[in-house]
């Protein structure tokens, strides 16, 4: 049971350059969100989806596009990369908005240079 | 406004000892979760303990308890008999509301260290 994973681990790209970070969960969750943390920030909602087919800003959703064509996965889109844009970006999962908690992926550290 | 307030520097305890992480929220809505993350330096988030709105007593598992003062609006995370590899930064997280549509809000978090 692999449970979330996220590829890549670690990142570098250059400023303008798009790239896709990519989420799969094999739990069956419905639930499904992306996180960044920055420095004394703590966990920023960027994204999150409720279902195939269902996405929905969170805090910070200027920059980033998603999609949920699968209950599976949930890819997350850097448009067109800035330096303020790096951080470590979190998936995170659920099977539903329960007493469950979240599984985390182990995140991508993205460095835009 | 914030919606979850961790506002304690970082934070230091002896091994063997309890401490306490202080957590405060904010909602207009009935209904609500509240949760603590672990994360350690390996970078990874670990659930840890989980409180509804509408649940009688303080969650408990294992050496973590959760005190829930539902009028005061906090929800503070207590470890008891801490160890070594308690030392992490420590979040607490708020779902509201509870329902198809619900957003997990993250407070800034704590860092705990453990003293041998």
Known sequence: ?113 | AQKITQTQPGMFVQEKEAVTLDCTYDTSDPSYGLFWYKQPSSGEMIFLIYQGSYDQQNATEGRYSLNFQKARKSANLVISASQLGDSAMYFCAMREPTGANSKLTFGKGITLSVRP
Request: with cysteine; hydrophobic share 30%; proline share 5%.
């Open chain 1, 1 to 113: 049971n692999a449970g979330v994973t996220q590829t890549p681990k670690f990142q570098v790209l250059k400023t303008g350059q798009s790239m896709t970070l990519q989420c799969a969960q094999d739990m069956n969750h419905e639930y499904m969100s992306w996180y960044r943390q920055d420095p004394g920030m703590g966990l920023r909602l960027i994204h999150y989806s409720v279902g195939a087919g269902i996405t929905d800003q969170g805090e910070v959703p200027n920059g980033y596009n998603v999609s949920r064509s699968t209950t599976e996965d949930f890819p997350l889109r850097l448009l067109s990369a800035a330096p303020s844009q790096t951080s470590v970006y979190f998936c995170a999962s659920s099977y539903s908005p329960g007493r469950g908690g979240y599984t985390f992926g182990s995140g991508t550290r993205l460095t835009v240079v």
